[in-house]
């Protein structure tokens, strides 16, 4: 079975950021950078484990609709912070993966950055530019404020940052009983964590991060 859990970060890049990359080939290897259970929880809602009704009954009504007219693609519930002018939002996906119930993505950015109109998020009073989230990180941030949070990033292109990392099941999550009444492998069992982050102006504008457990 598969699990997947997203949450971006998106935000524009100066010229001298102070963050390193080690190339583009992050995809597909190994490397240490992981994110826990808090990394992927904002507003009581945690990827992999959080339902869309957990969040529509935590943080109120709100409207459910496509990311795009493309097959297969998530379910999204939005909200919008309550106070005039602040434009943070923060948008909770639900992709096949997830049989579009469990919370596969998190994205917080400001309304600028979206593919479709804030008039479809509802409003919380929970947010605000100042929300918090990966490791004490908000928009806004600096590219030295993500790498002291995150570290060095892992890919670097234009204006994006992208962490990434891959290791084995914990043997408590890879030994589960699968489909076929087998128990998994730790060693076949894999865990795969991305985080990636959009720079604008050299601020934070946009954040996204998931995990994927194969197993």
Known sequence: MYRFVI????????PSSGLTTSGDGAEGSRSGFRLTRPDLTILGATIGSSEKSDILHQLGPAP???ASQ?????????????????DTVVAFHFGPLGGWIDLTEI???RATE?????KKCGHSEQISRNLQFLRGLHLGA????????????????????????????PQQTAAKPQGN???GDADVCEIVDSVEIKFTDGRMSFASFYEFVDR
Request: include cysteine; proline fraction near 3%; charged fraction near 20%.
């Open 7 to 14: 949450c971006w970060f998106i935000v524009t890049l100066m």
């Open 64 to 66: 459910v609709f496509r």
């Open 70 to 86: 493309t097959q297969g693609s998530d379910d999204l519930v939005c909200y919008r912070a309550a106070q005039e002018g602040d």
């Open 107 to 109: 994205s917080i950015s």
């Open 114 to 118: 979206l593919s479709w109109s804030v």
């Open 142 to 169: 600096s590219p030295e404020d993500v790498a002291r949070s995150l570290g060095p990033g892992r890919s670097l292109k234009g204006n994006r940052l992208k962490y990434y990392g891959s290791h084995h099941c």
């Open 181 to 183: 009444g087998t128990r």
